[in-house]
């Protein structure tokens, strides 16, 4: 498992791939960005091996009972903000739009799945002023000219410097200094960018930290403003980053402890490809756990692995596995039930146990090593069908690679002893239950 960049690849390198980075300045949850790959190369395990059954086969089709729904409280709430920035972004409202993501920052607003609102507002308004909805998987290589005018980020900073009071204006300002960058960045290794764009992108990166000095996030006490300053991490060098990540990581968490996407990207920056080690990772997930014990629990150890382990074994191997799943069920708590957010959790513990089980099988592998590395396999499978057991009540086909069938699969590889033995399965409100068949003794 790699992020797309190498640390030896020369000017840029430490730069995260340009996905990474775009949804991480809006605060889009780095659990949705891992999630299609988790969820793909963990089902693919499922569909291609001839020893598993499945529940989607005809022949134990009548093993379960389930419903399906369209319905998701994140993904409503997600719609209604971009119908809602379009709008504005539309009639060109900028004050109302300001006014608008800063009653969120302030206030610290939510959408269901526990990200914050103001960031995702902001990320919006920078896709359609792109003329996107984001960006594509397909074809990240570099650009030889942005998606974002020059024009339009000068009038965004003249809004910024004439409504200095309007905070969000500067923030977005920024944002669009960044996405004109990774445009000309590009999201593969730094060899691929042409020389004559690296000058380009170091303007819009000096242009964007000095439209945020005069906006301090903890005077402002804005976690939005916080967050934008962390993205400009992407293109220090290393001895700017050492004095500054940890400091900037500190105030955005600090402003707002009950968000973990503060962790999830200070999480993957400490690790050892980029500007950390695994015993620095582990010592600042436990911390950033006690920090916010009272609020949400153990949700901020979850986020620093969910954020890491899936890139990187090493983080993987050195995750504290009851801490680990103690912050998952807090997270499920936190978040409810919601059946369009539950799959990617179950998705990538699976792929983690999956990734566990391909380490343990490694010849050269050391027998102790090999023992830890199988436990945690069991470790993850058992917490994998428990997030099943305790919050799955319907299946939301979009939520799950190859639709209802594709949910069916991941079910029977997690209870694949009990569905070959004829349990029988039954998806409700309150969770999955798996019956075993009665035995009847011999007279």
């Known amino acids: ?22 949804i991480g300045a809006a605060a889009l949850p780095v659990l949705l960005l891992l999630a299609p790959l988790a969820m793909t190369r963990a089902i693919r395990k499922v569909l291609f091996s001839p020893n598993l059954k499945s529940l989607s086969e005809p022949e134990f089709a009548d ?40 009653e969120w920052d302030q206030n610290r607003t939510k959408c269901p799945s526990g990200y914050a609102l103001a960031p995702i507002a902001a990320n919006h308004v920078v896709a359609l002023l792109a003329g996107d909805d984001g960006l594509e998987d397909e074809d990240c290589r570099p650009m030889a000219q942005s998606k974002i005018a020059s024009q339009l980020v000068d009038k965004f900073e003249f809004l910024a410097a004439s409504r200095h009071e309007r905070y969000p204006l500067a923030a977005l300002a920024v944002l669009l200094r960044l996405r004109q960058a990774w445009d000309l960045r590009g999201g593969g290794f730094a060899d691929s960018v042409p020389d004559a764009a690296w000058p380009q992108i170091d303007a819009h990166y ?5 439209l945020l000095d005069t906006h301090d996030p903890v005077e402002r006490n804005s976690p939005l403003l916080a967050e934008v300053r962390f993205a400009l991490c992407d293109h220090m060098d290393s ?18 402890l009950a968000d973990q996407t503060s962790s999830e990207h200070y999480a993957f920056k400490l690790l050892p490809r980029w500007y950390g080690t695994y015993d620095a990772l582990e010592v600042a997930a436990r911390a950033a756990a006690g ?59 699976l792929e983690l146990a999956n990734d566990c089980n391909h380490i343990a099988g490694e010849r050269r592998m050391p027998k102790t090593i090999r023992a830890t590395i199988s436990d945690k396999e069991a470790t993850l499978k058992d917490l994998a069908r ?8 319907s299946i939301h086909p979009s939520a799950w690679p190859y639709g209802t069938e594709g949910a069916l699969d991941v079910i029977s590889e997690l209870f694949q002893d009990e569905l070959v033995a004829g349990a029988t399965f039954a998806i409700d409100a309150d969770g999955l239950s798996v019956t075993m068949p009665v035995v009847e003794e011999a007279a």
Request: overall charge negative.
């Open 239 to 256: 001895d700017e980053v050492a004095s500054k990540l940890h400091i900037f990581y500190d105030d955005w968490a600090g402003l707002d």
């Open 386 to 393: 428990e997030l099943a057991r305790k919050h799955l009540t």
């Open 206 to 210: 000096e242009k964007a930290a000095w």
């Open 291 to 349: 920090r916010a014990q009272t609020l949400i629990g153990n949700v901020p150890y979850a986020a620093f692995y969910l954020a890491t382990a899936p890139r990187d074994d090493g983080a993987l191997y050195h995750m504290d596995m009851d801490l680990f799943a103690d912050g998952m069920r807090d997270l499920m708590k936190l978040r409810g039930p919601d059946p369009a957010f539950l799959p990617r959790m179950i998705m990538t513990v």
């Open 63 to 102: 093993q379960i009972t389930y419903t399906t729904t369209d319905a998701s409280p994140m993904q409503d709430r997600h719609a209604e903000v971009k119908e809602l920035v379009a709008e504005l972004v539309e009639d060109c409202d900028w004050s109302s739009l300001s006014d608008l993501i800063e």
């Open 1 to 22: 498992m790699s992020d797309g960049t190498s640390p030896q690849a020369g000017r840029g390198a430490r730069l995260q791939n340009l996905k990474f980075m775009a």
